[in-house]
């Protein structure tokens, strides 16, 4: 059984490389090839450490495990960082190697996170992610619902972000469902 966890400091370097990799494997054609090249697991590691040692007490990290104890994806999440007055849970990321995707893996990191939402008082939540991304079905398949959109810059190139929104996040505590 795979195992769901809250990171730790000393998770700081599996992260990054899941993190690295997970962009590599999805974002390759989505934006410019220069900076996926440019992505560092050493500069990564070092933002992780930063996040994990709590310098936002908000936002919280989970980790995916494989049956040997690697770390092969990760959910963060914590309150909407943009004011939003419906949405004020955020699904900040979630990233899973492309070999641990397609089990039940990513369902499990979100309702994860929806725990640790409700536990906080958030019964609504959104997901930022690039329009292009090959993954955005599972946020469908989970109910989320188109909420709006923005244009962002990744490595010098305009890309369009779309958000995902859940009115009441309980739903996705429901084997098979979300709302």
Known sequence: MLNI???????APALAQVHVASWHETYRGLV???????????ERTERWRGRLSGADPGAFTLVAEDNNGR?????????ERGGDPVYTGELYAIYLLQAAQRAGLGRRLVQAVVERLLAMGHTAMLVWTLAANPSRGFYERLGGQPIRSTTITIGGAEVEDVAYGWTDITGLLRPGQGQ
């Open 5 to 11: 966890r809250a990171a730790t400091v000393e998770d």
């Open 32 to 42: 410019p090839d220069d900076y996926l090249a440019s992505l560092s697991v050493a």
């Open 71 to 79: 770390i092969v994806g990760f959910a963060t999440g914590g309150p």
